[in-house]
């Protein structure tokens, strides 16, 4: 269990384990923090950072299942301009993703969804972004699952390459033998 919470010297997304800033609504997220018990006030609290994360990639699914397709489409909504510098939130989610503003957003995968969260959670929280471990993001992953909405598909498993392993393992053998013999 990973909590930051009430830690005053941390950023607010950090400190109240929601590093997306998810604002307080009727909405019953896993881990989330009751309104009466929400010491903040405006933002989401969760027990748990990877309660918060898998909330921001709920809501950010369920966004893009709407039509907010894009990375503009997506940040504008997320984060609108009378509480950002939304432009620049685009540039630095799409640099992150490799992605073109208006590209639509085609593959939503476990290598996506740990992309963008890490790109919004360092968008959100400065330097205390790097508390966030990819653990913490995996975690939140593999409690989302597999599923389909109307518009897009969601493949959350990270789907392991046993060539990843199978090659390292080959070399290393080789290179015993060969120092061996």
Known sequence: MSSFLGRKDLSRGIRN???????????????????????????????????GIRAMLRDLIHDIDKGK???????SEYAPKSENNTELYIQSVCKALSLAPDEQIKNVDSLFLVTLARAIIKYENGT???????????????MIGDFNLKNVVVSAK???????????????FYTVYTVTV
């Open 69 to 75: 397709n894009t990375i503009r489409k997506l940040i």
């Open 158 to 172: 990270n789907k392991f390459k046993l060539s990843s392993l199978i090659i390292p393992v080959v070399l290393f």
């Open 128 to 142: 205390d972004a790097g508390l966030v471990l990819n653990s913490h993001i995996q975690d939140a992953i593999d």
């Open 17 to 51: 384990n929601n590093p997306g800033n998810l604002i307080i609504t009727n909405e019953t997220w896993k881990g989330k923090i009751s309104k009466k018990l929400n010491t903040d006030g405006r933002f989401e609290q969760f027990t748990d950072i990877k309660f």
